[in-house]
DNA sequence: GTGGACGTTCCAGCGCAGGGGAAGGTCAAG
DNA sequence: CTTGACCTTCCCCTGCGCTGGAACGTCCAC
């Protein structure tokens, strides 16, 4: 399999597969007498993880220690257990901060609407904020 | 003034200083016969004003917007009002995709949970994700 | 033998908001 | 007279996940 048509199959790029391969995400293939990279169809679920991965919200940098780990022969389950409980930290925490953000912004944003503009103070540049 | 002295005062660092001047944020001040920026209160109510953008979640680029129309001599009322809605609109928006994967993440973690680790399949490198 | 669609490498840049550090000038205190 | 704390400009680096482009090689059909 050339690297086009693995793209097309794993709905990436070219530019996207010779990343992935420079990051460690995705072992250097064989090459061709031409040296063109010969992917076998195991390179295709791979990028699938990936792909749930990243759909997941997992960096590359997570994802690429769950397939380490398991191309050490060790089953990854713990380590991705951990890694989804500390994601899931991190979602908590940042919805948190978003919710508390959108609260301060509806506030200006309120006080914007029924305020009279005409009380501007120009040193303060805009008080609404 | 001295920038020194302006990084104290505003809480930020003279490499922030130079880089809003160089930004746009801040105008270039005054120079002192030796060459030292020369600052005026007002750089000290224009970082405030910075500040108070910054952390209503506003980037560099919106702030200097506002500012801008200020230095123009129009008040900005109407488009930070504007702003203001629009950025609640992204807001909204970054706080459901967030809890759209939070919902995932926490399916995710549940069956990992739950699920015996014996069952994995290598080909798959981890049926969690 | 030529055109076009592939493939290869390497280098650069995006957007965001600064930070690091070099090489040098300036000023006040000891 | 020197030390140390400031200041100046300059350019590069960070993280993240790619993306664009140049310059070149290769293969297949016509």
Chains 1, 2 share one sequence.
Do not use: W
């Not at 076998?40 to 940098?61: C, E, K, Y």
């Not at 994802?63 to 089953?75: F, K, N, S, T």
Request: charged share 25%.
């Amino acid at each position: 399999m050339r690297i086009g048509e693995l793209a097309v199959a794993s709905g990436t790029t070219t530019k996207t597969l010779r990343f992935y391969e420079e990051a460690g995400l995705l072992p250097a293939p064989e090459r061709t007498a031409n040296g063109y990279r010969d992917y076998t169809p195991a390179a295709l679920a791979r990028l699938d993880f990936v792909r749930r991965g990243r759909t997941a919200g997992l960096t590359l940098a997570q994802i690429r220690e769950i397939l380490d780990i398991r191309d050490a022969g060790v089953a990854p389950c713990q380590h991705v257990h951990a890694l989804l409980e500390a994601h899931l930290g991190d979602l908590d925490r940042q919805i948190a901060d978003l919710q508390a953000l959108r609260h301060t912004v509806a506030h200006l944003h309120h006080s914007a609407t029924t305020s009279d503009p005409t009380k501007c103070d120009t040193t303060t540049v805009c008080r609404y904020l």
